[in-house]
């Protein structure tokens, strides 16, 4: 059985000394297979996979690696188990522990940073500068599960307590996965910095994170939210989800768009979450004076911008990475508070033996697939 120093365990969830885990081969080849049940370490807890919702990032990872990063290489034959939208139950405890009870449902950020480096000491853990660094005589502890160390596509991950939240029955294992994408969309509107009550936002791009930026800023009190996209199915869950105006950009100029909708003035904030090109320099045209841009997206090549036009009317620019400074307990407020309904973008789920179904139906957005949730129980409810 499972037994290991200073780790507790209870009889009424036995943990198996091995799992069933989904392991990364050459680019794109997944396998299932078995591996020793983790260990949790001091301030690490054993979580219980129950449901994991598949990102763009990945099938980014599983395809061409970054930003995966396995002991310093591509993620690649190293026996690395993808997936970070996970979420689940407490089965074990490391030592010490005593923030969490085995039993306890969570669900999971992905970043724990190394907590010792200047950025983790601002709360910026998901920008941690020892990232990466959790092997070898250079092991600073930094996790950011399905990236540097093993995520959920299997039957257990290790989580440090720091990224755990823990989430009451009312909500479902699939909404629960559904967290850590809005704490994305919330980081990136609070790093903006504004009291976004009563100001103009744009999101551009109805992915998961933009749509769910949707919902974070109606919630924050913008107005006038605007959204848009290419496909009008995805501008429909978007006005679902609290837009007051969207935009499909096939038939309407943005910039235009964004324009008469604010009589001539812009927005004060735009969170970019297309990686389009030219997508940038429409933001800066979308804001006002002054007004500010969230880049959330990962566009695929250089792209140009008019960087005159950002400078002459004092436009700043931020990138954001993940889901740091907490940001997912902020979006897991709301959505516990049912001040939106973040499964408007669960559209599939799948078992985790079917895990190959299911990224497929992600990758080529079979049937207007948005967010497809692979499932280890059988969902309750
Ligand atoms: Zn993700
Ligand atoms: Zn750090």
Redesign the pocket.
Known sequence: MYAHPGVTTAPEMPVPERMCAWVLGDPGALHHTTKPTPVPRRGEVLVRIDAVAICATDLDVIAEGPPALIEGGPPFNRNFTPGHEYMGTVAALGPGVDEFAIGDRVTVEIHA?????????MGM?TS????GLNYGDRD?G?RANGFTTDGGFADYAVNNINTLIRIDDAMSDAEATLVVTAGTSMYGLTELGGLIAGEGVAITGPGPIGLLGVAVAKALGASPVILTGTRDARLAVGRDLGADHTVNVRERDPVEAVAAITDGHGVDYVVECSGAPGAIDQAGRMVNRGGRICLAAFPHDPDLIDVAHLVRNNIYIYGIRGEGRSATHRAHAFMAQKRFDATRIHTHSFAMDELETALRYARERVEDAIKVVVHNREPAG
Do not use: M, S, T
Request: glycine residues 12%.
């Open positions: 940073g190394c907590g010792q480096c200047k950025r983790c000491r853990y941690c500068l020892n990232y600073k930094h």
